[in-house]
């Protein structure tokens, strides 16, 4: 810790807890090994049996140990890597980089922006750059706990931008695209993750008047007021009564039922 500190004070890897997210494992591994009063900073005894399991193990938890406090941090600095013929993040990034308070584990992408009206200024292609951030952060969503560069990466390069997009493609198809770049395990959380919010975006959408915009409502006996003909002039009685023709499966009550069924 205290050569952590010492880096931050000389400007190594900022002074900031954040700015640990631009260490990645070879950086991690290689400051374990740095020797320090003739001894290595090495790592906790319960970490392995001997010391090179406990280098190996340990300079793997601190990545994720920071990647699980600041995700958008290591995903900013991880992308930066990315070549940009598969996907430019440029923009994204630099709207990243000038506002590190915003999270994506936190707060929508459009809601920031309302609230921060100046968070794209500097910036030209802002369109642009809103659809890569949200792009980005529906994938953030639904990709594994670790590693969601990769995730975001590998999907954005393909433009499968969302968890429904990802619940069209089906399982099978999405696992045999992807386990080799995520591993079969994560390719399959991402997909379980996708297909849950995508069906639940879908029933809750299910539920609005988009879905349902006819509401029920007992017909009035006269539509267009007093002296026009009505439903009861032009086809008679609305009511039922006890006749065999009203009790009848193809009464207009029966193919009513039928239609709503339908």
Known sequence: VRHVVRLQSDGTIGAQLRDLSRLKYSDWRELLETEVSGNKIGAPVFFGNDEAERLERYSRFLPRMVESIFPTAVLTHRLA???????DFTHALRFLNRNP????????????????????????DTEETIATLKSMQRLFEVAPA??????????MAKRVDSAIAIRRMGPTQFIRQNQEALGFEGTQEMYTRAARKADTALYVLSRSLAFNPVNPAIIAPHLAGQGVP???DLFGSLDLCACKHCNSVFSPAAYLVDILHY
């Open 146 to 155: 670790l590693n969601k560069t990769r995730a975001v990466a590998t999907l």
């Open 230 to 232: 009505d439903l009861e």
């Open 81 to 87: 890597e990315v070549d940009p013929g598969e996907f």
């Open 101 to 124: 308070d915003f999270e994506f584990r936190d707060t929508l992408v459009q809601t920031y922006l309302d609230e921060n009206p100046d968070a794209l200024v500097g910036i030209s």
